[in-house]
């Protein structure tokens, strides 16, 4: 019954490692989304697809890497990871790219580099 | 740019206390202004909304009205309970596409 899932929930690993984190929703929507919160909760946009389409992207390293490949999964893999990549990063969707409100957020993955 | 400011926190009450906590924005045009909620260890809520000036968005005993003469979007609650600790973040929409600004997130503590 989850509408938006992500795995996993917490992901602690080594400076230098790649690694993924999986968003799956399961609302019909065609527009998701990728959010970084950072330690003083600050949430800034880093992606955003419609319809497996890039529409927002963000001045993020290009160590970060989104791949959509259905409207119903929006994937993050990260190369290199680096200490300042610590933060909880949030998937979200919603219908369409107009006046919808961001109405659902995943649970958050928390990422520490260690 | 879009930028949207909130009270810094963190703010704490006692139970029953009335909450205010301040939101301002700068935008071009007509953006539609939102609340939202994150609980411990949870993903974001969307509390309430507001698509133009002088509409009152209200939720679970949360109101905030758009103020466009002063570009605000407060949110209120009369009554606090244990239960709405949580942090709570302003966002605004611009009027096209779905790029969403949020302020930096207020820290709500609520004793019994």
């Known amino acids: 019954d989850t509408a938006v899932s992500q795995t996993p929930k917490y992901l602690v690993t080594q400076m230098g490692n790649d690694k993924s984190i999986k968003c799956e929703q399961n609302?019909?929507?065609?527009?998701m989304y990728w959010y970084k919160q950072d330690s003083k909760k600050f949430l800034k946009i880093m992606f955003s697809?419609?319809?497996?389409?890039?529409?927002i992207n963000e001045t993020v390293p290009n160590r970060f890497s989104p791949k959509s490949p259905d409207k119903a999964h929006l994937n993050l893999h990260i190369n290199s990871l680096e200490l300042g990549d610590s933060a909880v990063y949030f998937c979200?969707?919603?219908?369409?790219?107009?006046?919808?409100?961001?109405?659902?957020f995943g649970p958050g993955t928390r990422l520490t580099v260690l | 740019g879009n930028s949207v400011t909130q009270m810094e926190g963190p703010v704490t009450l006692s139970e029953e206390a009335f909450l205010t906590i301040n939101c301002t924005y700068t935008?071009?045009?007509?953006?539609?202004l939102f609340w939202y909620v994150q609980y411990p260890g949870e993903g974001l809520q969307l509390l309430l909304k507001?698509?133009?000036?002088?509409d009152k968005g209200s939720n679970k005993g949360f109101e905030a009205t758009y103020r466009k003469e002063t570009t605000s979007f407060h949110l209120e609650k009369g009554s606090v309970q244990v239960s709405d600790s949580a942090v709570y973040f302003c966002?605004?929409?611009?009027?096209?596409?779905?790029?969403?600004?949020f302020g930096e997130g207020t820290q709500l503590t609520v004793n019994p």
């Open positions: 979200a969707s919603s219908q369409g790219t107009g006046t919808t409100p961001l109405g659902f």
């Open positions: 609302l019909g929507h065609d527009t």
């Open positions: 697809y419609n319809n497996k389409e890039l529409i």
């Open positions: 935008a071009t045009g007509y953006p539609s």
């Open positions: 507001a698509t133009k000036a002088d």
């Open positions: 966002a605004l929409k611009e009027t096209s596409g779905s790029r969403l600004t």
